[in-house]
Antibody, heavy 117, light 108 residues
Framework: EVRLVESGGGLVQPGGSLRLSCATS????????MNWVRQAPGEGLEWVSH???????YYAVSVKGRFFISRDNDQDSLSLHMNSLRAEDTAVYYC???????????WGQGTTVTVSS | SYVLTQAPSVSVAPGQTAKMTCSGN??????VNWYQQRPGQAPVLVIY???ARPSGIPERFSGSNSGHTATLTITRVEAGDEADYYC???????????FGGGTDLTVL
């Protein structure tokens, strides 16, 4: 069974940092691209970042320069380092497996990030 | 930046057909994916590459894409289809992944 399990969410003050992790199992992690997608309370889906199997990295305009995606193919894990956090970064963050041409076929259960003083 | 526009809500009676559209400039030249998100749950991929169904998705779900509009069609709608539906593309000129704002499907 393919599984994605996010961790690392929590309450952080504006300007602070947080590191999200995604532990994966049930598939050959190194062969797949991965994404982070977030959803603010009561809002729609917003893509955050993508990392390809060859480690090309792309970011949404709203997080570029503040968030950094990385992967560890030996540990089958994905990370998102988030710096200079703002109130508008408050959301559920999903770890998502890439599929055919930037579709996303497996989603984790999400981890909640709250940025507030 | 590339924008995908979806109607905020669609209502349909059980057993009828629901059509949800996703509009974007020359979207017909892009590969469109659709996701279903039931309340309190993570999204599920229901259509990829305009019209392909992932394993486990019922044949009642279909997709099309041409010109400036992509469409997700659900035939013989059931109560369990009530959810938010999002379209999504990859914008190659800017390397950005874009979601539509989502359509809330209500089954009357």
């Amino acid at each position: 069974e393919v599984r994605l399990v996010e961790s690392g969410g929590g309450l952080v003050q504006p300007g602070g940092s947080l590191r999200l992790s995604c532990a994966t199992s049930g598939f050959s992690f190194r062969d797949y691209s991965m994404n982070w997608v977030r959803q603010a309370p009561g809002e729609g889906l917003e893509w955050v970042s993508h990392i390809s199997s060859s480690e090309s990295k792309y970011y949404a305009v709203s997080v570029k320069g503040r968030f950094f995606i990385s992967r560890d193919n030996d540990q089958d894990s994905l990370s998102l380092h988030m710096n200079s956090l703002r109130a508008e970064d408050t959301a559920v963050y999903y770890c998502v497996r890439g599929f055919y041409y930037y579709a996303m076929d497996v989603w984790g259960q999400g981890t909640t990030v709250t940025v507030s003083s | 930046s590339y924008v995908l526009t979806q109607a905020p809500s669609v209502s349909v009676a059980p057993g009828q057909t629901a059509k949800m559209t996703c509009s974007g400039n020359n979207i017909g030249s892009k590969s469109v994916n659709w996701y279903q998100q039931r309340p309190g749950q993570a999204p599920v991929l229901v259509i990829y590459d305009d019209s392909a169904r992932p394993s486990g998705i019922p044949e009642r779900f279909s997709g099309s894409n041409s010109g400036h509009t992509a469409t997700l069609t659900i035939t013989r709608v059931e109560a369990g289809d009530e959810a938010d539906y999002y379209c999504q593309v990859w914008e190659t000129t800017t390397n950005l992944l874009v979601f539509g704002g989502g359509t809330d499907l209500t089954v009357l």
